[in-house]
């Protein structure tokens, strides 16, 4: 079965942080460009980072820049984001989605993705 599995969600309070990883199966990523996406609610889902293939190209919202760091491990079929300095506005289920391309990635939540993850949840609160 293929899948992506979202993990490392939970409470933290402003400032915090928290790293999430996404762990594939079924299928390696070697050749997938992965994309943080975020949906707050009732908010549009937005695009956080994303990382290509090979992890020689990274992509940020201007609103997690200087926060967020993505990385991947291919070795252990995983992509992680690691999230400091975190906000209130922060608050959203997180998903992981893999887009089956090289030496690229892409941030647009209108752009076709091949797989997705379930998501996991992130709550920033005092």
């Known amino acids: 079965q293929l899948q992506l599995v979202e993990s490392g969600g939970g409470s933290v309070q402003p400032g915090g942080s928290l790293r999430l990883s996404c762990a594939a199966s079924g299928f390696t990523l070697d050749y997938y460009a992965i994309t943080w996406f975020r949906q707050a609610p009732g908010k549009e889902r937005e695009g956080v980072s994303c990382?290509?293939?090979?992890?020689?190209?990274?992509n940020y919202a201007d609103s997690v820049k200087g926060r967020f760091t993505i990385s991947r491990d291919n070795a252990k079929n995983t992509v992680y984001l690691e999230m400091n300095s975190l906000k209130p506005e922060d608050t959203a289920v997180y998903y992981c989605?893999?887009?089956?391309?090289?030496?690229?990635?892409?941030?647009?939540?209108?752009?076709?993705?091949?797989?997705w993850g379930k998501g996991t949840l992130v709550t920033v609160s005092s």
């Open positions: 990382i290509s293939n090979s992890g020689s190209v990274t």
């Open positions: 989605a893999a887009d089956h391309t090289i030496s690229l990635c892409v941030i647009d939540p209108a752009y076709g993705m091949d797989y």
